[in-house]
């Protein structure tokens, strides 16, 4: 499966962006799906993940409350909606793919990346 995440940009404190994920290739469903960023100078961290069929999601705690995992299978994407956001959520942010059926925040299951998208939160 091939990723491309997209919708990040440039937003104030406080504000929201809503990235994508488009997917195309072998059948979408059949894959979990994460979301990770990475900050300079910082490992990959992970921040959310959805189930294949987006019935259960699961948050890194410093997002909790603020941001949203969904994804529609029907158009092969998957979504990550960030509200409130802060200074410290700035970095590159990606979306990957795994084929077991589990939620892991572990970067290393995820047999599948897109090309980051970058955002950037100013104070």
């Known amino acids: 499966v091939q990723l491309q995440a997209s919708g990040g940009g440039l937003v104030q404190a406080g504000g929201s962006l809503r990235l994508f994920c488009a997917a195309s290739?072998?059948?979408?469903?059949?894959?979990?799906m994460g979301w990770f960023r990475q900050a300079p100078g910082k490992e990959r961290e992970f921040v959310a993940a959805?189930?294949?069929?987006?019935?259960?999601?699961y948050y890194t705690n410093s997002v909790k409350g603020r941001f949203t995992i969904s994804r529609d299978n029907a158009k092969n994407t998957v979504y990550l909606q960030m509200n409130s956001l802060k200074p410290e959520d700035t970095a590159v942010y990606y979306c990957?793919?795994?084929?077991?059926?589990?939620?892991?925040?572990?970067?290393?299951?995820?047999?599948?990346w897109g090309r980051g998208t970058q955002v950037t939160v100013s104070s």
């Open positions: 990957a793919a795994n084929g077991a059926p589990s939620l892991y925040s572990d970067y290393r299951r995820y047999e599948y």
């Open positions: 290739g072998r059948a979408f469903s059949s894959y979990a």
């Open positions: 959805t189930t294949r069929s987006g019935d259960n999601t």
